[in-house]
Each structure stands twice: as structure tokens, then as C-alpha cells.
């Protein structure tokens, strides 16, 4: 039986709102006679390209991450992934299909207007919207069907079912205004026109593939941060990146190399902040066509009729042919823990029946010989190699291990901002990605990875592969409807099992999420991987 919605209220918390964050164009800078305020800067060296300041384009980390210094959200989350307040103090169940949301007073955008419920309004509206899109934000929004702006202050989302999740949801939706994003596309936020946000750092500058410039907004509401300006330089080499820190260039750099972990551990000059992350890297296979499937021949090198990804059994060679110890070990050097599942353990909805698929390259033999491919087959797998922790090398590794059981691999390696281009458009047959679920439990990706895609109903945003089970699909439909907590949780873990037992991706391991700073500098490492500003702080 369905227990009744409770009703809760969130009270803003000081240390909580340490962790939220927000932009200015230049132009609008000027003509508002903004002047950078004196004191410190902070430089940060990211090694995530930022492909975009519109921050609905495209859901990814470095892209969130450099949004959530100009933009705020209804929800934010902490450190942990815990919700707390941000644009919204509070938010409360007023029926099973309704939720209110009762909104800050006295935000100002960066252009002095005043923030309101109809902001969020045309936010809701705006987000699963966004041409050219390579992976958005409709499957944070696809529950409502109707936004009521009650008052200025006050806003009603209706939903088609019980959503108990939606402030979860939420969590990950930037508040953009109406007046500065009414008709506006992605390049009016690139160019600093529509990049007016009500966080507490305004855009000075962007340049693509190399950084951004960011003054403090003396007028947010949350506490006073520190750093007068933010220097948010993209630094996708790891050996350059590491020797930036050490120069002095910058003050903190993400994703230190694993390689120079023990030299940095040495380093008089720098601390280390580090916690277990929510980010699985994992593969996936093309399911988009039942026809030949680029970068797969035969051992002739022509093309296949057939895709032979559709086959499990095939899935099933390819992931028992990886040994997820050794690139643990050997290749990510132990900052990282294989994984069956997308979730760590301790996560709610994590499921402990589903274990990593343990290495076994002769059952991987048997697979394909029952498949019909016992001399195997030849693909190309593609990965980024500026986007991930050794993800270069993880490639080159899973290569290796896949040529071992006959399938002959070729690498491709490209920087983030084509490969992402290009896997959106299905033309890869396996690559390598991430997935962090920001919201600490399975339902995120169950809609956004594994739920077949469907633009309509806004399921399978970033369902590159195509991968559709309708079983999946009606299971993960029914869970995220359901509103006690514990049947959720069983719902849940079912379709993590369903999702892997089919397959539906390759999980490789989880990532423990590391930065390192200079001596004097503090940073409240984050489970979602987001680098901020507003974590950085003068040690004690």
C-alpha cells in the first residue's frame, strides 16, 4: 500500500549554501558600469572541456560545473549530493500530482531585475528545448506537465503521475531568466548576451577550449566568497596540467594524473583533497541499426549484414574478455574500483546482488563461437582523450584484452569536443563514456542512459547507443512513480539488475574523484565531480 506524501520543509543552512554557485557577459558588464571587486583571484585548471555557456545545451561535468558558478538551481546539492535550498526554500507535496515550490525573496539577476516564478517558468519550458543539443536536460523535466506560476514567489509544477523524485530532478536544472533568454540560441549565451544568472560569479569573458573569465557578484544571496575573480582555464593535458600547479599558474587543479599521484603526495607545496565519486566509466555497443554498423567488418575487413550487437551473447563476450582488476591496477593505478552497476555501494537503490563480470576470456571464446563469430570479428573503439581520467588508456587497454578472445580492436582517441559531437550522432560502434549520477540514486540513469530514446517523451536524452528494452522502460516507469520510499528502492534495484543482465552498457569501475591545491587552500572534495569556486576556501 502507498503510503501518503509527507510534507517537508528545507531551511537554508550557511554550510549548505557554501556549496552553491553562478554569470555577466562583457558587454553587459560594461554597460552596467560593473567594476571587478578588489581582493584575491582563484585560478582553477579544469581537464573537462567546456563545450558551452548556455547551461541547458549539453549535461555534462564540465559544463555543469562551470554553470553552477553563474547559474543556480530550485535545489542545489551539497558536497555529499544532499539536497539543500537554492533558488527555492522550500518545496512541498500539495497533492500527489503537485508540487509547490516556495521561492527566495529578493534575488536579483546580475542586470538588477528581480528573479521570479516566471523565470522558472519559461526554464522549464526552454530546457528540453535546445537546438543541436548533444545530450540535454529534458529527462530532469519530462514529469511535468503544466507549470502554475501561483504568485511572484510561488510556483506549482503538475504532473501527469506521482513524481516523488521531481525535487531530486530538479537539482540539475539551471534557472535561466525570461527577459535576457526569450528567443535566445546557444551562441547568444557563448558570446555573454544571454549569460545573466543570479549566482555569485558573472561572466567577464568566454573563449572555447581555453577558459573563462569570471568577477564576483557582490549582490548574491548566499555567503561572500572569497575570491574577487575566477580564472577557469581548461587544461586538457595531464602532465601540463600538473606542471601548472607546480609553476604557480593555478591554484587547484581536477582530475590529477594517477600517474603523478605519489610525486604530488611528496610535494611540500601541495594538499590533496579526494572522495569516492558517483562517475562509472563504461562502454557501450551500437543499437541503432540491425544492419551493417560502422567500424565492424569481418576478419576480411568487409562489413557485417548483420549488427552484431543486437546478439547478448556478443555483449556478454565483450565484457567477460575485460579484466576489470588489471585496469584498476595497472591502468588507473588504484583511484578507481571495478563495478558491475552504475551506483557505489551504500547508494540508495544499489543493488549488491549485481557483481562486476569476472574476467574469463575462454568463457568470452565460447560466446563467440556460439554467436557464430569463432574466429571473431574486427570494430573500432572510440573514446575521448581529454575528458577522463587515462581514458586514452583505458581504451588502449580494453584493445588489448578484447584482441586476447579474437576480436581484432583498433583505437581512436579524439578530444572531447568532437568525439561527443559525433557519438551523439551514432557513428561510433563501441565507445567509452562516463555517467555520474549527480542524484545519488538508479533512476537518473535509468532515463537518461538505458530508457529508450524518445524525444516526445523525453526519455533516453543521452542514450547514445540506442539500447531499448520496453521492459525495462515500464519498470523504470512504475518505480520512479512510486512514492514509498522502500518499495521504490526494490523497484529500483530490479531494473539495475534487468539493465545488466542485458547488458545495456559495460560498466568498468568507479572513480574516486581527486584535486590538488596549493598549500593554504582547502577544497570540500564532491561526490558529483563538480569543481567550483565556491568550495575553494583559505585553510584554517
Known amino acids: 500500500m502507498t503510503q501518503p506524501i509527507s510534507r517537508r520543509l528545507f531551511v537554508t543552512a550557511p554550510a549548505a549554501l557554501a556549496a552553491i554557485t553562478g554569470g555577466l557577459a562583457p558587454s553587459l558588464a560594461k554597460a552596467q558600469g560593473t567594476a571587478a571587486p578588489a581582493g584575491r583571484p582563484l585560478t582553477i585548471g579544469i581537464g573537462g572541456a567546456v563545450t558551452s555557456l548556455d547551461p541547458h545545451f549539453y549535461n555534462a561535468s564540465p559544463n555543469n560545473s562551470l554553470s553552477m558558478h553563474v547559474f543556480d538551481r530550485l535545489v542545489e546539492r551539497d558536497a555529499q549530493t544532499r539536497l539543500v535550498p537554492g533558488l527555492a526554500l522550500s518545496w512541498n507535496p500539495v497533492s500527489e500530482k503537485v508540487w509547490e515550490f516556495k521561492l527566495r525573496p529578493g534575488v536579483k539577476w546580475h542586470d538588477g531585475r528581480d528573479f521570479t516564478a516566471d523565470d522558472v517558468a519559461f526554464t522549464i519550458e ?29 510556483v506549482r509544477f503538475h504532473t501527469a503521475a506521482p513524481s516523488p523524485l521531481l525535487p531530486t530532478d530538479l537539482g540539475s536544472v539551471a534557472i535561466v531568466s525570461r527577459h535576457a533568454g526569450a528567443g535566445a540560441g546557444t551562441e547568444d549565451y557563448n558570446s555573454g548576451k544571454a549569460a545573466i544568472g543570479t549566482g555569485p560569479y558573472k561572466v567577464v569573458s568566454y573563449a572555447p577550449g581555453d577558459r573563462t573569465e569570471l568577477v564576483r557578484n557582490d549582490d548574491w544571496f548566499g555567503p561572500k566568497q572569497p575570491w574577487a575573480r575566477v580564472s577557469y582555464r581548461f587544461i586538457g593535458n595531464d602532465s601540463a596540467r600538473t606542471a601548472a600547479l607546480l609553476a604557480g599558474d593555478v591554484d587547484l587543479i581536477d582530475q590529477v594524473p594517477t600517474s603523478d599521484l605519489a610525486r604530488l603526495k611528496r610535494e611540500s607545496r601541495v594538499v590533496l583533497a579526494e572522495v569516492q565519486g558517483v562517475r562509472v566509466i563504461y562502454l557501450t555497443l551500437d543499437r541503432s541499426r540491425d544492419g551493417a554498423v560502422p567500424f565492424v567488418t569481418d576478419n576480411a575487413g568487409q562489413p557485417l549484414p548483420k549488427n552484431p550487437f543486437h546478439d547478448l551473447r556478443i555483449r556478454q563476450a565483450l565484457s567477460l574478455a575485460i579484466n576489470r582488476e588489471a585496469l584498476c591496477r595497472q591502468v588507473m593505478e588504484g ?69 586476447r578472445v579474437g576480436v581484432q ?67 523504470t516507469e512504475k518505480a520512479t512513480a512510486t512514492l514509498d520510499n522502500e518499495e521504490r528502492e526494490k523497484l529500483l534495484q530490479q531494473a539495475v539488475k534487468m539493465a545488466m543482465d542485458d547488458q545495456a552498457f559495460m560498466p568498468l569501475f568507479q572513480l574516486v574523484n581527486i584535486w590538488a591545491l596549493k598549500r593554504g587552500l582547502a577544497y570540500d572534495a564532491r561526490a558529483d565531480e563538480r569543481t567550483l569556486a565556491t568550495g575553494v576556501t583559505p585553510a584554517a
Do not use: C
Open 335 to 403: 583511484t578507481a574500483a571495478p563495478t558491475g552497476q552504475w551506483l557505489p555501494p551504500g547508494s540508495y537503490s544499489y543493488n549488491p546482488e549485481v557483481k562486476p563480470d569476472p574476467f574469463n576470456a575462454e568463457r568470452a571464446k565460447a560466446l563467440l563461437a556460439e554467436a557464430g563469430f569463432p574466429q571473431g570479428f574486427k570494430l573500432t573503439l572510440h573514446g575521448p582523450n581529454d575528458r577522463y581520467p587515462n581514458d586514452s588508456r583505458t581504451i588502449q587497454a580494453v584493445a588489448q584484452m578484447w584482441q
Open 126 to 154: 526552454r530546457a528540453p528545448n535546445v537546438p543541436n543539443s548533444p545530450g540535454g536536460f529534458g529527462g530532469f523535466v519530462r514529469a511535468i506537465q503544466r507549470t502554475e506560476v501561483v504568485d511572484p514567489l510561488t
Open 409 to 475: 580492436t583498433q583505437v581512436e582517441a579524439l578530444p572531447w569536443t568532437t568525439y561527443s559531437v559525433r557519438s551523439n550522432r551514432q557513428e561510433f560502434a563501441a565507445r567509452l563514456t562516463g555517467w555520474g549520477s549527480v542524484t545519488g540514486e538508479a533512476s537518473y540513469t535509468l532515463v537518461n542512459i538505458t530508457g529508450t530514446y524518445d524525444a516526445a517523451k523525453r526519455m533516453g536524452t543521452n542514450n547514445t547507443a540506442r539500447y531499448s528494452n520496453p521492459a525495462l522502460d515500464a519498470l
